[in-house]
């Protein structure tokens, strides 16, 4: 069926399988003192890391923030998805960022009342 859990007070510990991999966890309920029923079945997915990597170019000469905060936050935040982030900050040029990096630009402004 599964594979072997591994409990330690209130936590539960499966070791995850190749990427993609589905694994089932089972819960048994006591019927009698010899016998037991699967109460519950959880199906537990196992994922490669991905890493991701975040450009941060300042505008009009902006202060960037904390590389390093926002790196721990955003690894805090994805940690569920497997996901690690990168973040690495462009300088230079002369529009405060290195253009040779960006293929799009998304410029987010305050929405004025009545502009949805």
């Known amino acids: 069926m599964g594979i072997p859990a591994i409990a330690a007070g209130d936590e539960l510990t499966l070791r995850g399988r190749a990427d993609g991999t589905a694994t089932s966890l089972y819960a048994y309920m006591a019927v009698t003192d010899t016998t037991e029923e699967v109460a519950g079945k959880l199906e537990v997915l ?51 960022g290195d253009t040779r990096l960006c293929t799009s630009v998304v410029v987010v402004k305050p929405c004025s009342p009545g502009c949805l």
């Open 46 to 96: 196992s994922y490669d890391q991905q890493v991701k990597k975040l450009y941060i170019v300042p505008v009009n000469n902006a202060q960037l923030p904390d590389v390093t905060a926002l790196q721990n936050v955003l690894n805090t935040v994805y940690a569920q998805a497997v996901t690690r982030w990168e973040v690495v900050p462009v300088t230079g040029g002369s529009g405060g």
